[in-house]
């Protein structure tokens, strides 16, 4: 897709995807309702105020995006996969310094948001999605493919039913086509992984990821990816473990960074996986603007889960306030979901997320997940001890 296109081809298609957004006369001159579509073919809908900070996006967009070229020019068409610092005699003092300074580079620059029409690529190599592929053979897709097509499982059943559901009214995904796309990918990968099989949820990030991806294998491979390396274990399984397990760890970060959200919150019996399950199991592709979902994955390609913990920690840090004067838990749903669905400069939101929450290592969150599981465990188990009871008495 790449290697046939120069970087002035590149460049030039790159400009013509961030086009400035022109709100009529007449829209301009009151705070009406605009509906129009954004660069991924959503259908977005926001006052004129939306439609100037989604222009002001644009234009950051462009100048990030001549960042980007300008390191290509200077260092070279893939110089963000010399990032590693090598280990043994061999590499140089002078080598290290620049691996290390490309990883410097690297992490600032991904989290000011990578150029759309990079993304493919550059999410392909870093995620780890491209060394994953190559330890199979070139016709693996393809042979998956065919080998389950007319299977009928439990996950087929399933995917069908949510093939319509997902994303309704975009211009591609709800099509003939569009469907005949996404199911190939899930049913494909629900064979490769039948603990995973499939799990509601992962039709939004599929979709997600076809789109950016442009090709199905390539989607296929970073869901693969995604879900055997980036995520934590039994997220998406049955029983939802390690989901309920990251929904334990994000309401004791919530207490611990937002102490005064968390008590009031605490007062209301609000319970934030009410909000945050669709978040971890959807990535917020279906909370958040297309845009800024990406600039997120943008991120979480590249440093791993425990991004997911500080953007739905951002999300309750910017309305802090706002969430504090609340009575009912309708409130709070209502607040948090007009939030998100507006927050259309990614820039207002990963700013909160890296420099008012703070840092928080992946090896810190792997010691809260660690705590939580027995518990979860626990009661997983005595759910189904009920239900097992429940269906005896009725026999």
């Known amino acids: 897709m790449y290697g046939t296109k120069s970087k002035i081809d590149l460049a030039f298609e790159y400009q013509s995807q961030v086009a400035v957004l022109r709100p009529s006369i007449h829209s301009r001159r009151a705070n009406l309702t605009v509906k129009f579509q954004d660069l991924y073919g959503f259908t977005v809908e926001g006052n004129v105020d939306d439609v100037n900070v989604l222009n002001e996006v644009r234009e950051k967009v462009r100048q990030q995006g001549r960042v980007w070229w300008a390191l290509e020019a200077s260092k070279g068409a893939n110089w963000y996969l010399h990032t590693t610092i090598g280990q043994g005699s061999a590499l140089t003092s002078s080598l290290k310094?620049?691996?290390?300074?490309?990883?410097?580079?690297?992490?600032?620059?991904?989290?000011?948001?990578?150029?759309?029409?990079?993304?493919?690529?550059?999410?392909?190599?870093?995620?780890?999605?491209?060394?994953?592929?190559?330890?199979?053979?070139?016709?693996y897709y393809d042979d998956l493919t065919k080998a389950v097509d007319g299977k009928v499982t439990p996950a087929t059943r399933q995917i069908d039913h949510d093939l319509p559901r997902t994303f309704p009214g975009h211009p591609w995904l709800d099509t003939p086509e569009g469907h005949a796309t996404l199911r190939r990918v899930l049913v494909a990968y629900s064979f490769r992984d039948s603990d995973v099989g499939y799990c509601q949820g992962l039709n939004y990030v599929?979709?997600?990821?076809?789109?950016?991806?442009?090709?199905e294998e390539d989607a296929f491979w970073m869901l693969a990816v995604l879900l055997e390396n980036v995520l934590v274990n039994d997220c998406y399984t049955n029983n939802l473990s390690g989901c309920h397990v990251e929904q334990r760890v994000f309401k004791d970060l919530l207490a611990k960074k937002c102490p005064r959200i968390a008590s009031h919150l605490e007062s209301l019996e609000f319970d934030v996986s009410l909000v945050a399950t669709e978040w971890f199991l959807c990535l917020f592709s279906k909370s958040l603007p297309s845009e800024t979902t990406l600039r997120v994955w943008d991120v979480i390609f590249y440093e791993g889960a425990k991004v997911i913990f500080n953007v739905a920690l951002a999300i309750f840090k910017m309305k802090e306030d706002e969430l504090s004067l609340t009575h009912h838990v309708g409130e709070v749903i209502n607040i948090v979901q007009m939030t998100t669905h507006h927050l259309f400069d990614p820039d207002d939101l990963l700013t909160v997320a890296f420099d008012k929450i703070g840092s928080m290592t992946t090896n810190t969150i792997s010691k809260q997940r660690k705590k939580q599981e027995p518990e979860v465990m626990k009661e997983l188990d005595q759910r189904i001890r009920r239900l097992n009871s429940l269906r005896a008495n009725d026999k």
């Not at 691996?99 to 870093?126: C, D, E, Q, Y």
């Open 206 to 215: 599929a979709a997600l990821l076809l789109l950016v991806m442009k090709t």
């Open 97 to 139: 310094f620049s691996a290390m300074t490309n990883a410097i580079t690297l992490k600032k620059l991904i989290r000011k948001g990578i150029p759309p029409v990079l993304r493919p690529k550059i999410w392909f190599s870093l995620s780890g999605a491209a060394k994953k592929k190559s330890t199979v053979p070139d016709s």
